[in-house]
């Protein structure tokens, strides 16, 4: 019922179908910037709704990039604090939390973003904090992203390197394509600092209330 995924952009019918049929896919929630939403569009599912939902700004993005140019490690680190520190990062998992408590009984919600890591890593830290995981597991559930993206990881840095891309643009691009467990740390770091804790983000940050949170674990946790 909770389905954390990279862009959608390439699914086959057979995707589709896995989706909706048997997970139940009822909203799609994309958490990319809105060019990344036009240069790459979600393949639309019929009976799915489609949510755009920009974490991060255009403009936003450009001045990351810049910073990646030159400390890539920095610049992922930055981008986890923005996620906690910026307007339109908590007005975006705000939303992502309207869906996952307005959706009907028995229907799936999927978020992502480009990779499915870093923006939707983190939305899906913060359902599991909701949720009331340990915190843990939470970091093992969002470093499992180098498990699973290593064979496309090492083949983006195997034709960069082809490319003939330099020492420094190869480290950079390396600590984009990963997660490392400072950059939640960064985000938890920021909440901790202006909310008190992550769930204090979650009350305060984002206006989910009590009743929000138990709604989220009678609709989402197995007794």
Known sequence: MLIRSAKLNTLTKHDQQVLTKQHHLAVDVDLRTLAEMKSAPDVKMSG???????????????SNDKIFDKNGEQAMIDYYNYFVNSAQGRAAYKKLFHELLTVPKGK???WHCSAGEDRAGFGTALVLTALGVDRDTIYKDFLLSNKYRKQTNDAALAALKKKGA??????????????????????????????????????????????????????????
């Not at 960064?186 to 138990?214: C, Q, R, V």
């Open 108 to 110: 799936a919600v999927l």
């Open 166 to 223: 330099s020492k420094t643009e190869l480290i950079s691009n390396y600590y984009g394509l990963i997660v490392e467990k400072q950059y939640l740390d960064e985000a938890y770091k920021a909440a901790n600092k202006h909310y008190g804790s992550m769930n204090g983000f979650l009350h305060k940050g984002l206006g989910l209330t009590s009743s929000d949170i138990n709604k989220l674990r009678a609709k989402y946790l197995e007794k």
């Open 48 to 62: 799915v709704t489609y949510v755009a939902d920009s974490v991060v700004s255009d403009k936003e993005s450009q």
